[in-house]
């Protein structure tokens, strides 16, 4: 045995002496320290290689036959890692690769002229020649059915990491790879497997079965479901198959990781996971589309730290307030959980319940889920919380300290995308700035106006990373400022000082005390005359007998204000309000465009309704639902009784139904004329009457005569 080592090591340094002068052989070939790449169509030899060179790669050559004699070049060098990748390989002669000692990494990708039966041969050269073999690739060569000794050269190797991905397999035999003890990861990835024929494989720890044609779960058991095949896996992929019913998982003890993403799952049940007692991560991004159903205690899973449920479509919103509560409270140890391209809407009846047991997050993603409010006091119970995804909704405005308050452990939060037209001091609490290191507001519908003032001195001051600064932030108004970036809109404290009012107050009280002083020696030197042209005045009036008319819309900023559900948002802004301010001249207060953001909902409403001189309610069964449109619908009616149905002009938007129809609406109907929206002919007509009802005075009722 002393004397074939010796041996061995003396052919070595005859080799490595003989090879010392042996340079790159370029165009042929790139050498770099201990590495080689040989490519090209002219590639049609295995060229000689500088002793140093342990790894070598033969891409997209034109070899033809590999026989002992036209790899005789690779054993003058001590080869580790071998690879061929497109190399028009045919045929692979027996011993061909008996002399490579060393290989550590095999590799056989895109030959695929080559029959199975040529790679079984090169495995049994390398399992008999080295014991040293860990990683083989056989990737990309046609390969549909595994001979049953394929791997048995093998026994004795070190190998632990197998890919056959790429391949046309069917069926994925587990029983051929039983005999590698210190197997630990098989990927099969991009085959077409259906079936697969469960086999001991103790050491295993990673299982990729991505991109197949399975259309159930794989059986993980043996011996009738007592023993587990796979008794140390750690890590299943199993996502984009075909899975539609997601039974039970068994006989997985310690899996940790189990990706399902892309299959056809449509409900998860209550035990589906009930056996995995060691699951951290769960993946479910993409099931169903739409996901329908999540039992209750489907997710009871304690050990969870990451959940995905990434565009799953699922309806959170339709769900009621005990099933909500109910999703995550037996998992309250998650601290990654990605709700992204599912359905919200609004956020102060879903999160808050979702969300309550959850307070160990550290993610949380919330992207194009349809938020349209931010619920106060749901996120500032979430102490760990690092990173706050909110991008791609329809958020307005919020309640500052109620909403980010307490959130002293965010690093980074993403709120672009949204519908926010300012920023206010009090938008983002001085304790979330503290510790904050990046921030996204890009592609938002800012206001260049003297109340951004705060927002536009805060970017160029702040040391927070501010992406996409300054190229996605646009002032979309007023017009003439429409598209210009926010950072050229620079207000002065002079020109957005306010008016004092004590001044105003000063100049009203000298006014009316001159005023009254001119009265005064008004009356004293034409009392006569004035009474006659009181008279006067009181007789034309008699005669008219009409109303007085009080203040026009010139006297408002706004011509109306529009009441309306968030479900009608489409149609009101693409068409009611693009057609009449465009067209019309019409200026209306819209609350998804001019809400200040940072004050509460019902500051908003009440301010601005004050500079409205009329108000338009869209009426739908989404509004009559919403218990935030009734609340508006009270503030309507006080209107209505102080001024008359004319300060009111209602547009029924489709027909209420008698499950949706509450006793405020249907005394605003009762006592309000209404226009009917239709569509196609008649829809002229419609419009004409808006219009009409929004240039109609708004009047008192008829004075008395004399």
């Not at 070049?73 to 045929?91: A, D, V, Y």
């Not at 004035?530 to 005045?537: I, P, S």
């Amino acid at each position: 045995m002393k004397i074939s080592i010796v041996f061995a090591m003396l052919t070595l340094m005859i080799h490595a002496e003989g090879n010392s002068d042996v340079v790159c052989p370029i165009p042929l070939c790139q050498c770099r320290y201990l590495q080689a790449i040989c490519s090209g169509k002219n590639l049609t030899y295995i060229p000689r290689l500088p002793d140093q060179i342990r790894s070598v790669t033969f891409i997209n050559g034109n070899l033809g036959v590999l026989s002992r004699q036209s790899i005789e070049n690779l054993t003058f060098n001590h080869i580790e890692k071998l690879k061929f990748t497109n190399n028009r390989i045919s045929e692979i002669k027996p011993n061909t690769f008996t002399n490579f000692t060393w290989i550590t990494h095999f590799t056989i990708s895109s030959e695929h002229s080559l029959d199975v039966f040529d790679v079984r041969y090169a495995l049994i050269d390398i399992g008999t020649g080295s014991r040293y073999l860990q990683k083989l690739y056989l990737t990309d060569i046609g390969v549909t059915v595994l001979p049953n000794d394929m791997f048995k050269s093998l026994k004795a190797s070190k190998i632990h990491t197998i890919s056959l991905k790429n391949n046309s397999m069917t069926v994925l035999n587990c029983l051929l790879f039983s005999d590698l003890k210190q197997l630990a990861e098989l990927d099969v990835r991009f085959n077409k497997i259906t079936h697969v024929i469960p086999g001991v494989m103790p050491n295993l720890r990673i299982l990729y079965l991505n991109h197949n044609n399975l259309i159930r779960l794989p059986n993980f058991c043996i011996d009738n479901y007592i023993n587990s095949a796979f008794g140390n896996l750690l890590q299943l992929y199993i996502s984009n198959n075909k899975i539609s019913n997601l039974s039970q998982f068994r006989c997985l003890p310690k899996l940790q990781v189990l990706i399902l993403s892309s299959n056809l799952i449509r409900i998860i049940y209550f035990d589906t996971f009930k056996n995995l007692h060691n699951l951290t991560e769960l993946g479910l991004m993409a099931v169903g589309q739409p996901l329908k159903k999540i039992e209750d205690g489907a997710l009871n899973i304690s050990t969870l730290k990451t959940l995905s449920l990434r565009k799953c479509h699922f309806d959170f919103f339709r769900l009621p307030p005990l099933a909500l509560s109910k999703i995550f409270v037996f998992c309250k140890g998650l601290e990654s959980l990605d709700l992204a391209g599912n359905v919200i809407n609004n956020g102060l009846s879903v999160l808050p319940l979702l969300l309550s047991p959850l307070t160990k997050l550290r993610k949380l993603n919330l992207q194009a889920t349809r938020l349209n409010y931010l619920p106060e006091y749901t996120f500032t119970k979430m102490q760990f919380i690092k990173r706050l995804i909110l991008n791609d909704n329809r958020i307005y405005s919020w309640h500052g300290p109620k909403v980010f308050g307490n959130l002293t452990s965010l690093r980074y939060i993403d709120l672009g995308s949204n519908l926010i037209t300012i920023i206010v001091e009090t938008s983002f609490p001085p304790s979330l700035l503290k510790n904050l290191e990046k921030i996204s507001l890009a592609i938002n519908r800012f206001s260049c106006i003297c109340e951004q003032m705060w927002f536009l001195n805060w970017l160029r001051q702040t040391n927070i990373s501010i992406v996409s600064y300054p190229d996605k932030y646009y002032c979309t108004q007023p017009s003439n400022l429409n598209h210009v970036l926010l950072e050229y809109y620079k207000p002065t404290v002079e020109l957005c000082t306010p008016w004092d009012p004590i001044w105003t107050t000063v100049i009203l009280i000298s006014a009316f005390g001159f005023l009254i002083i001119i009265t005064f020696f008004f009356f004293l030197k034409c009392n006569t005359n004035v009474k006659n042209y009181v008279y006067l005045l009181r007789v034309k009036h008699r005669k008219k007998f009409g109303y007085l008319p009080i203040e026009s819309s010139e006297d408002y900023k706004y011509h109306a204000f529009v009441v309306y559900c968030d479900s009608d948002r489409i149609w009101v802004h693409n068409q009611f309000v693009k057609r009449l301010e465009n067209e019309e001249g019409f200026k209306f207060c819209i609350h998804h465009r001019d809400f200040v953001a940072g004050d509460t909902i019902s500051s908003n409403v009440d301010n601005f309704l004050k500079e409205s001189w009329k108000v338009v309610v869209i009426m739908s069964n989404a509004l009559a639902k919403s218990e935030w449109c009734q609340w508006e619908i009270d503030i309507v009616q006080e209107r209505r009784r102080r001024q008359g149905r004319d300060a009111l002009v209602l547009i029924m938007l489709e027909n209420i139904n008698s499950k949706s129809m509450t006793s405020p609406l249907r005394t605003l109907l009762d006592s309000t004329p209404y226009i009917r929206y239709k569509k196609g002919i008649g829809e002229d007509l419609f419009w004409e009457a808006v219009v009409e009802g929004l240039r109609k005075s708004v009047g008192h009722h008829p004075v008395s005569l004399l």
